[in-house]
């Protein structure tokens, strides 16, 4: 009977310890998918900022692999394009935040 109990104590031990790792890994995905959630929003931002929302997909995505191509060969256009990009995000920042400062 001994081993009986024993062996229902660590069937019952491996079920929690089952419970907890399910648990963990379900968190770990919710960690996931919210921040690709949250990469996916700002590509989409961005996409709005550069007034494509209207463009067709096709177009976007045929542009964006010229974009890729181009990154990984001409180091020195990405460089220019980066620059243009923060120049125009520090530039709406600026001005939410002066917006931000107007409402208060």
């Given amino acids: ?10 069937l ?9 790792i399910r648990e963990q890994k379900a968190k770990i995905s ?14 989409g931002g961005l996409a709005e900022i550069a007034e494509l929302t209207n463009t067709d ?5 045929g542009g964006l ?3 890729s191509e181009t990154i990984k060969s001409n180091p020195e256009k ?4 980066k620059n243009k990009g923060d120049k125009v995000l ?8 002066k917006k931000e400062g107007k409402d208060n």
């Fill in 65 to 67: 692999l010229e974009i």
């Fill in 30 to 43: 919710k960690k996931e998918r919210k921040k690709r959630t949250r990469q996916l929003i700002q590509i």
């Fill in 1 to 10: 009977m001994q081993e009986k109990e024993r062996l229902e104590k660590l």
């Fill in 90 to 97: 520090k530039e709406r920042e600026a001005a939410r935040k």
């Fill in 57 to 61: 997909r096709g177009i976007i995505l």
């Fill in 78 to 81: 990405a460089a220019a394009w």
């Fill in 12 to 20: 019952a031990k491996k079920e929690a310890l089952e419970k907890k």
